[in-house]
Every structure is written in structure tokens, then in C-alpha cells.
């Protein structure tokens, strides 16, 4: 059983551009979610995907979009990336969108100069 | 939103001695994981605990939903045994899952 997969491992960009982090869920999964976290602190809520439909949305701005696809894999796009935006971005997967186990990927480390 | 604390935020071990890690929560919860940080950011899968008692190996964890807190107990520590523990959870069906500030946990030799 192949868990949870992301890519790219690192990233850098600068202010402005816009950035596609991809995520592959694990076999039998057909919920991802997205989480940003800053150094020393939890991860927080960026929105939840399930069966191609965003289900959850976290405090997070427009400028932060997702897509999942029929094998229900997915990406975060950001668009506009400011300063701020530097953080591990970790994507987690789970059978159900309800209280289902969630699993986690490796994470992506953007860093914005 | 629920709101989760997690106590102590740093604790330093001598590599064979045990500790009790604590998150408390501000609402009922039908979701509670364990997870523990790696150097590298990958966060590991402990327990999947909403209630009860769980048991793997050197680690056990202890939900009571009633009282609102679970508690993560880490025997005979190794180094290996360190970095950083995240409580999780989620009150309802579609609501994100929210992590606590984490344990910041050190096991020296």
C-alpha cells in the first residue's frame, strides 16, 4: 500500500510569482486535505477535497485554490506569494471527509524570497 | 472553533525515563490523533484515539472524552524518541482537523 506523496520536496520563489504543489493520496483514500505550517507552530487548515469538490475551507485567501482530480490526487496552487507564505505545506489523506484517520505526506518546504 | 492546548510545551529526557504528554480540548471531539514530527517535517501516525486506551509498544495513549483531554505516555525514552508531538482533533463531520502547538520533546544520551 503506497502512502501518502508529494512533490516538489523544496521550493524556492520569489514575491509574486505563483507556485503548484502536488499531492498523491493514499491507495483507498478519496479525501485530501491541505495544511500550512509556519516554523515552531501547528499545522493550520487550508481546505479539504472530497470526490473533486472543495468540502472545508479554512482562514486562508483566495489567492490560495485547489483542484482534486478523478484518481483523487490534487494540488494547491498560490497565486501572488508573498514573504508569509514560507512554510511546510503538508497534505493529509483519509477515507471518508468526516472523522476518518488522516495520514499525512512528507511535506513541501516553500520558501519565499 | 475548538481550541486545543498541549502541556508541556518542551520537556527534556534522560535517554530510559518516562513521560506523560497532555492535550486538552475545549469541545466534545469524534476525532483525536497522536502525531509525532520528525527532523525532516514528516508527521507520523501514533494513535488514532477519540476514547479509550491504546497501546503500541513503548507508547500509549489515554482519551477521556467525558473530561475532555487525552494523554500520550512515552516509556523507557530513546533518542530516537525525539522531536515534536501533536494532538489533533476534530468536534463534527466536515469541520478541519486542529492541532494543538505541539511537544517539543528532547532525549539525551
Known amino acids: 500500500e503506497t502512502g501518502v506523496t508529494q512533490s516538489p520536496t523544496h521550493l524556492i520563489k520569489t514575491r509574486g510569482q505563483q507556485v503548484t504543489l502536488r499531492c498523491s493520496s493514499q491507495s483507498g483514500h478519496n479525501t485530501v486535505s491541505w495544511y500550512q505550517q509556519a516554523l515552531g507552530q501547528g499545522p493550520q487548515f487550508i481546505f479539504q477535497?472530497?470526490?473533486?469538490?472543495?468540502?472545508g475551507r479554512g482562514n486562508f485567501p483566495p489567492r490560495f485554490s485547489g483542484l482534486q482530480f478523478p484518481n483523487y490526487s490534487s494540488e494547491l496552487n498560490v497565486n501572488a506569494l508573498e514573504l508569509d507564505d514560507s512554510a511546510l505545506y503538508l497534505c493529509a489523506s483519509s477515507k471518508t471527509s468526516g472523522n476518518g484517520e488522516q495520514f499525512f505526506g512528507p511535506g513541501t518546504r516553500l520558501t519565499v524570497l | 472553533g475548538i481550541q486545543v492546548e498541549q502541556s508541556p510545551p518542551d520537556l527534556i529526557l534522560q535517554e530510559g525515563a518516562n513521560s506523560t504528554l497532555r492535550c486538552n480540548f475545549s469541545?466534545?471531539?469524534?476525532?483525536l490523533q497522536w502525531f509525532h514530527q520528525n527532523p525532516w517535517g514528516q508527521l507520523i501516525n501514533l494513535f488514532y484515539i477519540p476514547s479509550g486506551t491504546k497501546q503500541n509498544g513503548r507508547l500509549s495513549a489515554t482519551t477521556v472524552a467525558t473530561e475532555r483531554y487525552s494523554l500520550l505516555y512515552i516509556s523507557s525514552s530513546q533518542t530516537t524518541d525525539s522531536g515534536v508531538y501533536f494532538c489533533?482533533?476534530?468536534?463534527?463531520?466536515?469541520?478541519?482537523?486542529?492541532f494543538g502547538k505541539g511537544t517539543r520533546l528532547s532525549v539525551i544520551a
Open positions: 477535497y472530497y470526490r473533486e469538490e472543495e468540502n
Open positions: 489533533a482533533v476534530r468536534n463534527s463531520g466536515n469541520t478541519p482537523l486542529v
Open positions: 469541545d466534545s471531539v469524534n476525532n
